[in-house]
């Protein structure tokens, strides 16, 4: 009789799951009484298996044939095949407890509920007021900080590190508490320190050249989380707090450190470390720079990639009319190699402090020959502040260099990212002299980026140091285009998601030719490559490429990421079949990483993702996640084959009801 009605009550659970489908949590009594089964031993149809080196042969790569059912790679480690339609929801989801099954669950069906989330913040507000400090906390470790963050600090995340570890997912550690003000805030710190470096849009000095509204500080953008979802924003207060965020980045590093044993990465913004205003000062040099040399060349382009000799640029500038004893000393401080220039700004005096940014910032006149400043000059104290920030960079790749960490440098704005990438690059050339520490960002969605990452590929081979980068989508689409109609400038984003798609494809291709280009030579690891996406058809495309570049996972110059508590039956997957896989693993306390909580709850919610795709530029496919996190839960509460034919046709019903998609 007690067997009777344990399993009518699965059944009853069953017919409950099926007709509450949007319902987020299962009764406790349920659970008391399942008899988990492993129903996944039907191997998928798109299962291909992972290319990895023999086990006999350490030099020689085989793929090895699809009807193994797992690989072993040259140290005689076992991997899983992988299913190319991440499909598998034991693969997904092996690391999980039955308890993380359905928080998992819970969060992405609450981040389906449109007024939760477009209240979230007001309604964690209310949450904290009605339940108190330690009630909500309890409550949030249950839920979304569960779900999403690993831990409050750095002893409390090593278990969720270990564990990822044993699954073959590696961590970049961040240290996500975030400042907590509102939006008049945002704006009268931003426009507080504005306007001694650069000119507001609008006023009559900043329409002195149209051309360059890009680089003008904008009230209306001042708060520059506004669009924003996937990622944080740093406000400028003063020096001492760009002190206090360096030495979180250091901490984090040390946490990497001691927690990874050197497989993991740290994340920094530049934006932390100092005045965002220099940055912008810094982006509209380098742009006014470009259009200097072609007036210069008479052609379009950068100045590396037109091979030019100091000798005749030298020559070119005295046909113009530039002559003076000044202009000499002047091409001496550029920069160039036996295939001609790759800087005409002195770019290791600025990054070694050994130079001031005034004086850096100066090209010869071509009417009267005398030296020129790009932009009006920097106060004194700007300098400082300008220098401080440099030697904050310095401090944490120095840390990192001795302690053998790698620091992903995160992208931002358009309007910020040209000084971002060019002292990106400058502290590469400096650290990345024995191995990859500094990992620039480039954002596919941008149409330019392409010809940045060719030039920059260039450079590091020119120059001779380690090139790492992260390719990413990116992450302030809306604003961006918002700010370029406002303040009448080209869209610098792709068209459409397809368009962007095509790009980080090309990007990426570009990546794989050149590493293909270095096998078998001493610098064969001289290009490391981290794939950022949520995108399953971009993983693919890279997976094939590789195959197709005789690239393998065991070589270790691609890797894989993904945020922690999403796109797990990506990440698992790809880190049991013997790829280089990184989850982005958040940490910090309760209340100070609530605004993080509240961008991943806004990114999984289904009008974001599935209202337009085109305009949206999602990477998680939360619907998919749920069909598998179900699929799961259906096929661990079941008692006999009856059931598990009874789950299929359902699933199958589901699926071409476009339940799931």
């Not at 009764?27 to 031993?41: A, C, G, H, Q, T």
């Not at 073959?168 to 470096?197: H, N, P």
């Not at 005749?312 to 036996?338: C, F, H, M, P």
């Amino acid at each position: 009789m007690a067997v009777f009605r344990i399993v009518r009550q699965r059944r009853l659970l069953l017919n409950w799951i099926e007709s509450r489908i949007s319902s987020a949590v299962i009764p406790r009594k349920y659970m008391s009484r399942v008899i988990p089964v492993d129903l996944f031993n039907s191997r998928p149809s798109h299962f291909i298996n992972v290319p990895v080196r023999a086990k006999t042969t350490a030099t020689s790569t085989t793929l090895l044939d699809s009807s193994t059912t797992s690989t072993c790679d040259q140290d005689g480690v076992e991997h899983d095949s992988l299913d190319l339609t991440f499909n598998d929801a034991k693969a997904a989801f092996r690391s999980k407890t039955t308890a993380e099954i359905i928080r998992a669950y819970t969060v992405f069906q609450l981040c389906n509920v449109p007024y939760l989330v477009n209240n979230n913040q007001k309604l964690m507000q209310i949450g904290r007021k009605v339940l108190g400090k330690n009630l909500f906390h309890k409550l949030m470790k249950m839920s979304f900080y569960g779900h999403f963050v690993a831990g409050e600090n750095q002893v409390a995340i090593q278990p969720q590190i270990q564990r990822l570890r044993s699954f073959g997912v590696k961590a970049i550690l961040d240290y996500s508490v975030e400042e907590d003000i509102t939006e008049e805030q945002a704006v009268t710190a931003e426009m507080e320190i504005v306007r001694s470096c650069n000119p507001v849009a609008g006023t009559d000095t900043a329409n002195d050249d149209r051309g360059y509204a890009q680089y003008k500080a904008d009230k209306g953008f001042a708060d520059r989380r506004t669009g924003v979802e996937a990622a944080r924003t740093y406000f400028y207060r003063n020096e001492a707090q760009c002190e206090k965020n360096m030495e979180i980045f250091i901490q984090s590093i040390e946490a990497v450190s001691g927690a990874t044993k050197g497989t993991g990465f740290a994340a920094i913004k530049v934006t932390a470390l100092g005045r965002p205003q220099l940055l912008l000062h810094l982006s509209e040099a380098i742009a006014r720079v470009h259009k200097y040399v072609a007036a210069v060349t008479g052609k379009e382009g950068y100045v590396q990639e037109q091979h030019i000799k100091p000798d005749i640029l030298a020559k070119r500038l005295e046909k113009l009319g530039a002559k003076d004893v000044t202009v000499q000393s002047w091409l001496k401080s550029t920069t160039y190699d036996n295939l001609g220039l790759i800087h005409i700004l002195p770019w290791q005096g600025v990054v070694g402090a050994h130079k001031k940014l005034r004086e850096a910032m100066k090209v010869p006149n071509l009417s009267t020959g005398q030296m020129q400043n790009l932009l009006p000059p920097l106060t004194d104290v700007e300098e400082e502040m300008f220098n401080n920030m440099m030697r904050r960079l310095h401090s944490i790749f120095k840390v990192a260099t001795k302690l053998d960490v790698r620091v992903m440098v995160d992208a931002e704005q358009t309007y910020l990212q040209p000084a971002i990438s060019r002292l990106a690059m400058e502290m590469a050339r400096i650290y990345n002299t024995e191995k990859a520490i500094v990992f620039n960002t480039y954002q596919c969605y941008l149409k330019n980026a392409l010809h940045y990452l060719t030039l920059d590929l260039v450079q590091s081979e020119r120059q001779n140091f380690y090139f790492g980068c992260k390719l990413v989508r990116g992450a302030y689409m809306n604003q961006e285009r918002a700010r370029a109609k406002e303040l009448n400038y080209e869209d610098p984003i792709c068209s459409d998601y397809d368009a962007t798609s095509s790009n980080y494809e090309n990007c990426l291709t570009e990546c794989l030719r050149r590493i293909q280009q270095k096998k078998g030579t001493d610098r064969s690891n001289q290009f490391s490559i981290m794939v950022a996406t949520h995108s399953e058809d971009t993983i693919r495309f890279a997976i094939h490429k590789m195959k197709e570049f005789g690239i393998q996972p065991a070589d270790r110059v691609i890797c894989f990421g993904q945020l922690y508590g999403m796109c797990d039956q990506v990440s698992f997957p790809l880190g049991q079949s013997g790829f280089s896989v990184y989850k982005y693993v958040p940490y910090g306390p309760v209340d100070g990483v609530l605004p993080y909580l509240s961008r991943r709850a806004q990114e999984n919610s289904d009008d974001d993702f599935f209202k337009d795709r085109s305009l949206t530029y999602r990477k998680e496919n939360t619907s998919l996640c749920n069909f598998m996190l179900l699929k799961w839960l259906l096929t661990n509460f079941l008692v006999n084959n009856y059931d598990v034919n009874n789950v299929n046709v359902m699933i199958v019903k589901w699926e071409h009801a476009n339940l799931f998609v």
